[in-house]
């Protein structure tokens, strides 16, 4: 048998640290999960409300499973558009306050399908440098140049967005509302009186914030009262809601151009009925789940207190990511093994997903978890991190 023309290649990631491996849980996802190696109590998941296994959900789906099968058979253009999956964006779009949902199924998917669909030649777009991957590429994939602002600095957003020639065409700011590696906020007030005051319009992505900050959970716009100032927000609801899929929220003409023109969705088989149903259910929880936010904001506050008694260094942050600053990549990644040994589930974050240097891991916390899983895990971190700074 030949050598893969890819041997080399992979070869060079390993040499480099930068090889991947998928761990794999036989339980469903909590606080805590069953592996191959054992039970590992879980920091890394974004089931920020403890939604994965609610059995509410659970039923949904095996009560949608059982009326409607497994499948659509064809993209929603062509004959998997249901009535379940009208009725969703209905709900989504009341819930977010506009004028219409448009369902994708996942959010990298939403982000690499609206953007080029929304922009393109005579357009501009302004990116925050630290933006999530899929704004990254959905950007990079349409025909607008991308100018991008140092993270979360409205003040070179606006000489950006001075030095740029005025023209016509739509001239987009593409941020998240918390940042995904970092768990900080975007300065969405600075934001939205900069894109004022030079004509252009803000995409959000929520995908950390929705379902976790807001009132009813509806992100990060509707907490600072900006959500009529925003042109698309974009809500993940792998995440808080448990599920699977995102939507882009929007006026009804950016509406109908996603239906028409965003690649994703017109040659994507429709998300099955099951999922978008379960969706449904989700929602009326995560909108009435004001318990579980003050639970999930306590133990944020919790860990933090517990951290800085300990003398576990974190990136600042208020959000469920709680980020281990490490720096070097093989460093970031013994200290998760580590972990994984003593029994915890916390994922080292390396290039290119983060700059060289910034490896870290990223802990992440739901409102599913105790105080004693999290007492523990603060002190397994300062154990793990001892131990590897003796080591180094």
Request: proline share 6%.
């Amino acid at each position: 048998m030949s050598v893969s023309p890819w041997h080399e290649r992979f070869n060079t990631l390993v040499d480099q640290g930068l090889d991947r491996e998928m761990r794999v849980i036989t339980s469903p996802v909590g606080p805590s999960v069953e592996t191959p190696d054992g039970p590992k109590l879980l920091f890394c998941s974004n089931d920020y409300l403890g939604l994965a296994a609610d059995p509410r959900i659970g039923d949904a789906v095996a009560r949608s499973a059982k009326k409607w099968g497994p499948g659509t058979a064809a993209s929603r253009l062509i004959s998997g558009n249901t009535s379940s999956h009208a009725e969703l964006e209905k709900r989504l779009a009341r819930f977010m306050g506009t004028q219409a949902a448009v369902l994708f199924p996942t959010g990298f998917q939403a982000n690499v399908g609206a953007l080029p669909a929304l922009v393109g030649e005579g357009d501009v777009i302004f990116s925050d440098e630290l933006n999530h991957a899929s704004l990254i590429d959905g950007s990079r994939l349409s025909d607008a140049p991308v100018r991008i602002y140092r993270h979360a600095d409205a003040r070179h957003l606006e000489q950006l967005l001075e030095e740029e020639p005025s023209s016509t065409g739509i001239r987009l700011v593409v941020t998240d509302a918390i940042f995904s590696m970092d768990g900080d906020l975007t300065p969405i007030e600075d934001i939205c009186s900069v894109a004022d005051r030079h004509d252009a319009r803000i995409y959000l992505d929520e995908a950390h914030s929705l379902g976790v900050i807001g009132p009813g959970g509806r992100g990060l716009a509707a907490q600072k009262g900006l959500a009529d100032r925003t042109a698309i927000r974009i809500g993940t609801m792998g995440k808080a809601f448990g599920v699977a899929g995102a939507f882009a929220a929007c006026d009804s003409d950016a509406a109908g151009i996603l239906v028409s023109r965003a690649r994703s969705l017109l040659y994507t088989t429709g998300p099955p009925v099951p999922i978008v149903e379960a969706l449904i259910e989700s929602l009326e929880i995560v909108e009435g789940a004001d318990d579980l936010r003050a639970r999930l904001a306590d133990n944020i506050s919790f860990f933090k207190d517990l951290a800085h008694e300990a003398g576990v260094s974190l990136i600042p942050s208020d959000t469920p990511i709680q980020p281990v600053p490490i720096g070097p990549s093989d460093r970031a990644m013994a200290v998760s093994a580590s972990l994984w040994d003593m029994g915890f589930f916390v994922q080292g974050i390396r290039p290119p997903t983060v700059r060289a240097g910034t490896s870290r891991l990223r802990v992440t916390l739901c409102a599913s978890h105790t105080r004693r899983q999290i007492e523990d895990l603060v002190g397994a971190l300062a154990d793990a991190l001892e131990t590897e700074t003796k080591n180094k």
